[in-house]
């Protein structure tokens, strides 16, 4: 699979940002997508996911510090997935990878990942 992430740029505090990420190659209804991002010196950190169609609900799940802002959609006839990230703030400020994982709960072992090359957010006050 190939990943590609677009979007990214600096914006300020309390204003919104969209990113996109197209996958392609041989990806079905079946594979979780979902975005992380990653801090300085720290590891990657879930964002938000929607889980495959073969899963129990295919819903989504969002971390407890994005919930309210960020908005994650997929649409599965292109295999595009965006975040629409609203009331920004500097401690959002890192790179965001999109992910598509064959486990359809995203729980997939690292060879069943495949992610992109990340784009920065960056958020200033």
């Known amino acids: 699979l190939q990943v590609a992430e677009s979007g990214g740029g600096s914006v300020q505090t309390g204003w919104s940002l969209s990113l996109s990420c197209v996958v392609s190659?041989?990806?079905?209804?079946?594979?979780?997508l979902g975005w992380f991002r990653q801090f300085p010196r720290k590891d990657r950190e879930e964002v938000a996911l929607?889980?495959?169609?073969?899963?129990?609900?295919?819903?989504?799940r969002y971390a407890d510090s994005v919930a309210g802002r960020f908005t994650i959609a997929r649409d599965s006839a292109k295999h595009t997935l965006t975040l629409r990230m609203n009331n920004l703030q500097p401690e959002d400020t890192a790179i965001y990878y999109c992910?598509?994982?064959?486990?359809?709960?995203?729980?997939?072992?690292?060879?069943?990942?495949?992610w992109g090359q990340g784009t920065q957010v960056t958020v200033s006050s």
């Open positions: 992910l598509a994982d064959r486990h359809g709960l995203c729980q997939g072992r690292p060879w069943d990942r495949s």
């Open positions: 190659g041989k990806i079905d209804r079946s594979y979780c």
């Open positions: 929607v889980r495959g169609s073969g899963s129990s609900d295919g819903g989504t």
